[in-house]
């Protein structure tokens, strides 16, 4: 099938995967800039893990690749119904039932809602990734369409900001770092380093006073003779400024 113009569908799908990955792994320092910013942390503790890294390509991948096979389904329906046969009738359709899932997707992340794969479309700035990388691919290279991407960029970019900041502020599973009564919530991984923080598991509250400690627990205990160190679903954690770092 001849698909957006002069673009074969093949040819579509593999740049759109290609090109969503690598704009998925930019958007990404964005998001975890957003996930900081929530803790009132700033984006120079951006870490960019490999665990992140992969999973930043699986889920991009399995995206990208549940949205063709939507429109290899779709195209092939369309094709036993005669009168929805033509290229505006088919280019409309394919264009109303993805976005209408696109947007559905959207909805369900910005709910909060737990969803089937709802970490693949919604843990990372996937979304964001797909819409830019797919306007990227099919608009053609002028004047007025160079505008419309930088704008689109943009967004994405502000989109990808929210995500991180909503996840860390809807975020209710902890590592708790407990020592002398004093629980401490890891908020995040700083160069095989933890930045931990004071929190009152009662009040669900951190305290504005960040460290970065050894994320080896070897070495903890040997600081910290008494210390413990558990997941625990604390429920969503609130955290206020001032920081300091020690």
């Known amino acids: 099938m001849t698909f957006f113009k002069d673009m074969s569908f093949k040819s579509f799908s593999l740049r ?4 969503s990955i690598i704009l998925a792994c930019v958007l990404s320092l964005f998001y975890f800039r957003g996930f900081l910013e929530y ?4 984006s120079m ?3 960019f893990p490999t665990e992140d890294i992969k999973l930043i390509f699986i889920y991009t991948l399995i995206a990208t690749l549940i949205f063709i096979a939507f429109a290899v389904i779709l195209k092939l329906i369309l094709e036993y119904i005669p009168s929805l046969k033509g290229k505006k009738k088919t280019s409309l359709i394919f264009s109303l039932v993805l976005g209408l899932i696109y947007i ?18 919604g843990l990372y700035p996937v979304l964001p990734a797909l819409l830019m990388s797919f306007l990227l691919i099919i608009m053609k290279k002028t004047l ?11 967004i994405s970019i502000t989109w990808a900001n929210h995500i991180g900041e909503f996840n860390a502020s809807h975020k209710e599973n902890y590592l708790i770092l407990k020592d002398n009564k004093q629980d401490y919530a ?18 669900k509250s951190i305290k504005p006073k960040f460290q970065i400690i050894d994320s080896n627990t070897d070495k903890l205990r040997k600081d910290m003779p008494d210390m413990s160190l558990n997941y625990k679903n604390t429920g969503k954690l609130k955290t206020r400024p001032p920081i300091t770092v020690d």
Not at 39 to 42: D, G, T
Not at 108 to 121: A, K, M, S, T
């Open 16 to 19: 759109w995967v290609i090109s």
């Open 39 to 42: 803790y009132n942390l700033s």
């Open 45 to 47: 503790f951006i870490d």
């Open 104 to 121: 559905s997707l959207m909805l369900l992340n910005e709910l909060n809602i737990n969803y089937p794969l709802r970490n693949v479309f």
């Open 144 to 154: 007025q369409s160079f505008s419309i991407i930088i704008l689109a960029m943009l």
């Open 186 to 203: 890891v908020l995040s991984n700083y160069n095989d380093r933890f930045i931990i923080a004071p929190v009152n598991l009662h009040t």
